[in-house]
């Protein structure tokens, strides 16, 4: 089950993850941006081995510990809002996918408000255009 997370991913987020990793957006994906995103996903997976204790999916609780795990602090209103949005099953228990997916997004999310955030303040200002442009974005 755990063996090969880049097949999982290919089914679930091709746009995004690509994006992610194509640190010089030239649009192609080379082998250390490869490395890269592999060294991601397997930090990724490595958490959630760790917490699903078997079960094959994490509580809602424990999608919070893993982010935390992964560098990620969400307040309440984001961290619901993110589980709601790639909890498929709308039951409360994230698999495997859906964790990657989470993680991607939230990765990608990050990236696309530290490019924004150049004076290291935590905040950013958007115009309408800027905002379409980081919606777009992050859209699995
Ligand atoms: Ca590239």
Known sequence: MFGSPIIAIFSVGTGLWCRMYDFDRNGTMSFE?????????????SVFSTLERGRGFLSL????EALIKLGFSLDSPAFYTVCESFDKSKKGMIQLDEFISLCIFVQSARNLFNSFDTSKQGRVTLDFNQFVYCTANCRI
């Open 61 to 64: 609780e424990e999608v919070y």
């Open 33 to 45: 941006e490869f490395l890269a995103l592999n060294k991601f996903l397997q930090k990724v997976q």
